[in-house]
Structure formats: structure tokens, C-alpha cells
């Protein structure tokens, strides 16, 4: 009995830490993609004044990331955590994040 219960927590913990770095991985990488959309976007003028002399300079508009851009955050997310909980082996999580890249 005492193996037994040994054994279920142990898997508790593994699991618990690696829900946990996960969530902490997932925060970070939203915290740098929130300050990287903060950095590119353009600072409001305080008095914009018009100007008549030259025409507008229209930029082109930016692409909006694809969907496929983000099934692939998705999905390379899920293989960190399936590594993190130790269903999958280094070799094999680097093998199916350079399928996903390559896609």
C-alpha cells in the first residue's frame, strides 16, 4: 500500500509541476508578444497638423497573422507540455516541431 500511494504522488507532483510551468511558459510568451504589438505600434500625435503641400504616404497594410500561424503556436504548445509531462522524448518532440515548422 505505502508504494502504491508513493507512486500516485509522485504522479501528482509531476503533473502539478508541469501544469504549472506550463501556465508560467504560456504568461511569458504573452507577456513579450503583448510589449512586442506595444513597440510596433505607431505613437498618437499629440496635434496632428494637417499637412497640404505633399500628398498622404498611405503604408501598405500589415498581414494579419493566418490562422495556420496559430494552429501552430497551438500546436507547438501542446508538444512543450507533452514533453514537460514526459509522454514525449526529446528526439521525438524535435522531430514533430520541425514537421510543424515546415508546414
Known sequence: MPGLL????R??????TATSVSN???RRQSQRWAA???????????????????PPQYAP???APSAQGVDRIGALRDLGELRA??????AEFEAEKAKILAS
Do not use: C, M
Open 85 to 90: 509531462q514526459g509522454v514525449l522524448t526529446d
Open 36 to 54: 512586442q504589438e506595444q513597440q510596433q505600434a505607431p505613437a498618437p500625435l499629440a496635434n496632428p497638423a494637417p499637412q497640404y503641400a505633399t
Open 61 to 63: 497594410p500589415s498581414a
Open 6 to 9: 508513493r507512486g500516485v504522488a
Open 11 to 16: 504522479t501528482a507532483i509531476v503533473a502539478g
Open 24 to 26: 508560467r511558459v504560456s
